[in-house]
T-cell receptor, first 114, second 112 residues
Framework: GAVVSQHPSWVICKSGTSVKIECRSL??????MFWYRQFPKQSLMLMAT?????????EQGVEKDKFLINHASLTLSTLTVTSAHPEDSSFYIC??????????FGEGSWLTVV | QQQVKQSPQSLIVQKGGISIINCAYE??????FPWYQQFPGKGPALLIA?????SEKKEGRFTISFNKSAKQFSLHIMDSQPGDSATYFC???????????FGKGTRLSVIA
């Protein structure tokens, strides 16, 4: 199937710093990508829809100034967690629709804020 | 408001048995119903998916049964193996470039 790659797989950062997570579609172009957050033993929570060439659409309750999303090309979307705090520690996952709108997920990125 | 209801929350099945996970939805605009398998610390992997124009789809040991009138769909794992132990999520999507709506997940444990 189609491949969606995330980087880094895990990252540890200090409280107050910013961290960037990349999501790439490796063998298809994606005008839209989705960013999720997942807490242990819970389902995926949609954070925002990333749109190539335009602003992201954020879900209710998600701080757009804290979770900056940039979809600079048809194969790359980035999520930047700004001024990170320990409560931002989580598993972040991106996904993208491929041919026929089949949606593929990245491997996820573990963020730990210390 | 949960748009896709998934049950059971957890499931224990003996090796070789059949695992059955059920999902129900309300939104009749949904027209794509995938199942994802997620291992701890990994992203969800697409397992199998169905559209409402068919009532059943089989891929290897995995079968989706779809009941459009009842707005229900289920995943059957035949000859369940310990390697199938994972969390399974059903999802639904309206037509177009829209995000998936997920069920809450089912933790499957296959014991020898």
């Amino acid at each position: 199937g189609a491949v969606v790659s995330q980087h880094p797989s895990w990252v540890i950062c200090k409280s107050g710093t910013s961290v960037k997570i990349e999501c790439r579609s490796l063998d298809f172009q994606a005008t839209t990508m989705f960013w999720y957050r997942q807490f242990p033993k819970q389902s995926l929570m949609l954070m925002a829809t990333s749109n190539e060439g335009s602003k992201a659409t954020y879900e209710q309750g998600v701080e757009k100034d804290k979770f900056l999303i940039n979809h600079a090309s048809l194969t790359l979307s980035t999520l930047t967690v700004t001024s990170a705090h320990p409560e931002d520690s989580s598993f972040y996952i991106c996904s993208a629709p491929s041919t026929g709108n089949t949606i593929y997920f990245g491997e996820g990125s573990w963020l730990t804020v210390v | 408001q949960q748009q896709v209801k998934q049950s059971p929350q957890s499931l224990i099945v003996q090796k070789g048995g059949i695992s059955i996970i059920n999902c129900a939805y309300e939104n009749t605009a949904f027209d794509y119903f995938p199942w994802y398998q997620q291992f701890p610390g990994k992203g969800p992997a697409l397992l199998i998916a169905i559209r409402p124009d068919v009532s059943e789809k089989k891929e290897g040991r995995f079968t989706i049964s779809f009941n459009k009138s009842a707005k229900q769909f289920s995943l059957h794992i035949m000859d369940s193996q310990p390697g199938d132990s994972a969390t399974y999520f059903c999802a639904a999507q309206p037509s177009g470039n829209t995000p998936l709506v997920f069920g809450k997940g089912t933790r499957l444990s296959v014991i020898a």
